[in-house]
């Protein structure tokens, strides 16, 4: 079997538990897992890139095969083509989820057919919890 390398991005601005789950089955997949940062310049974080990824090395730290890193100004498809990742993680909360992801996917085919993308989908309990949601709770108290 050839050697396969994936990856789990997001803004994780703060990292949830439905994020937690999606990195845990993905490093259960793939013997090399990275969870990456996606910095978008235009987008205003609660979190420094510092903060969000010591708090991921905190909660994926009894999990032997994870890597955090992070990217900036690439699309999802441009990072695991230039990082030479086999396969695209993606978390599944809601069909909006679903159909965002298929778009993406279809796009991805255009650049390079060679990546993957698994989509693991997220606990019941997980599927109203998002970071924005997070964020917004912690920011009104």
Same mark, same amino acid.
């Given at each position: 079997?050839?050697?396969?390398?994936?990856?789990?991005?997001?803004?994780?601005?703060?990292?949830?538990?439905?994020?937690?789950?999606?990195?845990?089955?993905?490093?259960?997949?793939?013997?090399?897992?990275?969870?990456?940062?996606?910095?978008?310049?235009?987008?205003?974080? %609660?979190?420094?890139?510092?903060?969000?990824? $010591?708090?991921? @090395?905190? =909660?994926?730290?009894?999990?032997?095969? +994870?890597? &955090?890193?992070?990217?900036?100004?690439?699309?999802?498809?441009?990072?695991?083509?230039?990082?030479?990742?086999?396969?695209?993680?993606?978390?599944?909360?809601?069909?909006?989820? %679903?159909?965002?992801?298929?778009?993406?996917? $279809?796009?991805? @085919?255009? =650049?390079?057919?060679?990546?993957?993308? +698994?989509? &693991?989908?997220?606990?019941?309990?997980?599927?109203?919890?998002?970071?924005?949601?997070?964020?917004?709770?912690?920011?009104?108290?």
């Amino acid at each position: 079997m050839a050697e396969t390398k994936a990856f789990y991005a997001g803004s994780f601005d703060p990292p949830t538990n439905g994020h937690l789950e999606v990195i845990k089955a993905g490093a259960e997949l793939f013997e090399d897992f990275h969870v990456d940062i996606g910095l978008h310049p235009d987008k205003s974080y %609660l979190f420094t890139l510092e903060e969000r990824v $010591r708090m991921l @090395e905190v =909660v994926t730290g009894d999990i032997r095969n +994870v890597k &955090i890193g992070s990217y900036c100004g690439k699309l999802l498809i441009e990072h695991a083509v230039d990082e030479g990742f086999t396969h695209i993680v993606r978390g599944i909360r809601t069909a909006k989820d %679903l159909e965002d992801e298929r778009v993406y996917y $279809r796009f991805g @085919e255009t =650049v390079d057919r060679s990546v993957q993308t +698994v989509l &693991i989908p997220c606990a019941a309990e997980f599927e109203i919890v998002s970071s924005s949601f997070v964020k917004g709770l912690m920011t009104s108290t």
